[in-house]
């Protein structure tokens, strides 16, 4: 007898019960994602200690949608299917169980494949990790181990399901459902009726100028004391030496995301650079971004940081630039391009960069970019030219 046709109370009672309990997290990750994740990223503290999950960072990461739609819509869409099919599966025949089963376990194994991919992204790409994230990771690969158990198994049996038996486990999943629409109401209340924190310390909200409400520093990020060890004496800056606000950006030149906030930050630079400084620091992610960094170093030696850094935003591509492209970069912004290969071959600035990179992590950094504001880290919601403004015009306004 086929291991499809049988019916097993106790998987589709876990299948569908793991479903309603994916949909629960999703929909709570939606609400924590609305607001910023203003209060951590699982909506449960008040923003005074950094955590060591990073929400933030990971759902606003490339790798946080597909096909252009967010994968929050896509899990719950996933969980939904399943718990569908697994009703399915409930109501079909002995005839009709396999085809519908297996539909099932075929996108039970996509849904393991995609988390796995995920999963290497937090692990390995970004050093970043969303609780709420890794707790859907758990519910689909629970699931299904669930579905791949029987199949180990060499005996199966298979027998018609009566009335009685239909209208107890119809009963059984109604409870179920009943009970998931409950919950996510009260979570959607709750939040809906909880006003934002916006997490601004007195340093900006002593201030005469008024921080719009959209604009917040991250919630999972506790402010650094000792900010201002970051900056080096030879750091490339831009704007105001003296000023009394300084922002620090961590970046990689290869992160697209980068390339995006770096039109930004040009943009708040030119409108604030008599009132603030503006520092950049190499954090790279990936073993080919330290040459690149190198380069950018090598740049600065004759005051061409920013030309080259513009330069290899330009030029962006999969793995990075090669020697040979940082060369041609390099006589395009006038620069000799034998100095950029010189910093390469010789491994000049590797021990500052790695140490660099260290010094980051330490300070709480998990990902780029990354920007502070007097040791405030910037929730990645808020960087825009707006709310950097009013970040600016407060800092500028309680420090002169």
Known sequence: MSTWKTYRPWLERTLFGLSMLGMLIVVHLALQEQRGFDRGCLGLTDGAAATTFDCAAVVGSDAGALFGVSNVVWGFLFYAAIAVITFLVVRASAA????????RAGLLGTGVLYTGYLMYVQFVQLDAFCALCLASATVVVTMAAAVAL???SSTSSSKPMSDTTRRSEYKFLGILVAAAVVLMGADVAYFTQTAPQ???????TSASVDVPEECRFDAEKQPLQNWESLVRDDDPIKGTPDAPVTIIEFFDPNCPHCATMHEVLEVVKEQNSDRARFVSKPFPLWEYSVPQIEALYAAAEVD???????????NQRSGG?????LRAIAERIDMDPDLVSAHIEDDRHVRRIMHQRQQGIAAGV????TVLINGHFVAPQSRSPECFDAFISAAHDANS
């Open 96 to 103: 009709q169980r396999p085809v519908v089963a297996k539909l």
């Open 198 to 204: 916006s997490h601004l310390p007195a340093e900006f």
């Open 150 to 152: 029987p199949l180990l």
């Open 366 to 369: 998990s990902s780029t970019p």
């Open 304 to 314: 061409k940081f920013h030309e080259m850094l513009d330069m290899q935003y330009d």
């Open 321 to 325: 630039l090669s020697e040979t492209q």
